[in-house]
């Protein structure tokens, strides 16, 4: 699960997700999702990648975006830990 991680850490990257794919099941839980991060999640088909962002700067809806390239909108904030904490947990 990565939380506010927004994948622009070359470093950190080599190690967490060579080539930028996701080998284990992920969640990413994100205000805005990088450029990278949307590489990350499009590369690891075949892996089950979940992130949550916002909609956008303005609208703080979730869009829900899948590694199978399914993406849905939701009413709640998933994407920040208090909204995950009372719409998941």
Same mark, same amino acid.
């Given at each position: 699960m990565f939380m506010g991680y927004g994948?622009?850490?070359d470093h950190?990257?080599?190690y967490?997700?060579?080539?930028?794919?996701l080998t284990k099941? #992920?969640?990413?839980?994100t205000k805005e999702l990088s450029d990278n991060a949307l590489k990350?999640?499009?590369h690891?088909?075949?892996t089950q990648v979940i992130a949550l962002s916002a909609v956008s700067g303005s609208d703080p809806r979730t869009r829900i975006? #899948?590694?199978?390239g399914?993406?849905?909108i939701v009413d709640e904030e998933l994407w920040h830990l208090d909204g995950f904490n009372k719409g998941v947990i």
């Open positions: 994948f622009n850490d950190l990257e080599q967490l997700c060579p080539d930028l794919k099941p #992920t969640v990413i839980m990350a999640i499009a690891s088909r075949g975006s #899948t590694s199978d399914e993406e849905i």
